[in-house]
């Protein structure tokens, strides 16, 4: 499959060294202005990837620090992908935090960026250059400054220059490429199926995010047990169906509990009133198992659905994707 591109600047394949890496965050722009002061311009580009879901704000961002590039010399590249929304309607489902189902960024940012690499440099003489740091998080403490024949980057060598950085030495060098350091995380995806409570409750400030997320809840459905197909897992959120409830949970003090299904995310003619945000996954099972046996009774065809892991913790699989999203909601 081949991605559409767009580039501030013509480039010179085989002058190419280096790929950078950039999602326009902090980290990414330390890294741009490590690459500026230590290689020449022309030996590198920097490889943005359009997920078509970040903040409103984030394109302009985007834009500004491709015309501060263009100025200094330095080619950037943005892919262009078939944007989450469309991705979440093409897989019947929202991706799962960090699990074999988070495909989001499989198909968003590894698979354009793998197409661009395979078409510009086919022989894999490529550096990929990374702004990972190991005082991010523990996952990342043992990081190398260098890694070799990479499979992910299917042979191609990894860099990672600013590995030992901390913050302050990290904001030194965004100051001088020309941005003020962000109070928070990049906005590529916004939000991410990561989204921590923070996260949902500043999706408040965005409110045409969250009508653009529930219309494309609402109109993914349900699955084959008559559960509807939200973004963020009801058993993680207190109990809440849908992102409005997901925010009031964020919103509410410790142990908030949401007790209601959003009318429009129920099925018609099918009795939801005994539903409770506090329930145990026993009582889940019962829970779901009767609206599955109402949506029969009124003969509503759900055989045909898919079932949604987001929901199934009663499940080994289920448990699972819920143990591993290290950087997600944390369940009161």
């Known amino acids: 499959m081949t991605f559409q591109i767009e580039s501030n600047l013509d480039f010179d394949v085989k002058k190419i060294e280096y790929v950078v890496a950039s999602s326009g965050g902090n980290d ?4 741009v202005e490590f690459m500026i002061r230590n290689f020449e311009p022309g030996t590198f580009l920097v490889l943005y990837n359009d997920t078509g879901w970040a903040r409103k704000d984030w394109p302009a961002r985007i834009d500004k620090i491709s015309d501060m590039l263009r100025e200094k010399g330095v080619p950037f590249v943005k892919t262009l992908s078939q944007g989450f929304s469309n991705l979440v309607k093409e897989r019947k489902g929202f991706p799962m935090p960090a699990s074999k189902m988070q ?13 661009f690499l395979t078409e510009h440099d086919p022989d894999c003489n490529w550096t990929i250059v990374t702004g990972r ?14 890694e070799y024949d990479t499979a992910i980057y299917k042979g191609r060598d990894v860099y990672n220059p ?13 100051l001088s490429f ?11 995806c916004f939000p991410c199926v990561c989204s921590n409570k923070e996260d949902l409750k500043s999706l408040k400030q965005w409110p045409d995010k969250i009508i653009e ?20 897992r009801p058993y993680r959120c207190g109990g809440g169906i849908g992102i409005e409830s997901a925010i009031a949970w964020a919103e509410g003090a410790r142990g908030t509990k949401i007790d209601v299904v959003p009318k429009e995310y129920q099925i018609p003619e099918v ?18 198992s009767d609206i599955k046996s109402q949506c029969e009774k009124l003969g509503y065809d759900l055989s045909d659905l898919p079932t949604d892991l987001a929901y199934d913790d009663t499940t080994k699989a289920g448990q699972e994707f819920s143990r591993q999203c290290d950087g997600g909601l944390c369940g009161n």
């Open 133 to 146: 740091r190991r005082g991010e998080s523990n996952n990342r403490a043992g990081l190398q400054m260098y």
């Open 178 to 188: 020309g941005l003020t350091p962000l109070p928070h995380s990049s906005m590529e």
């Open 271 to 288: 009795d939801y009133s005994k539903y409770r945000g506090d329930m145990t996954s026993a009582e889940r099972v019962v829970f779901w």
């Open 103 to 115: 495909f989001c960024t499989q198909k968003l940012k590894t698979l354009p960026t793998l197409s």
């Open 28 to 31: 990414s722009i330390c890294l």
């Open 213 to 232: 997320i529930k219309e494309l809840e609402v109109s993914m459905g349900h699955t084959r047990n008559g559960k509807p197909r939200v973004m963020f």
């Open 162 to 174: 600013i590995v030992t950085f901390n913050e302050q030495a990290r904001d030194e060098y965004i």
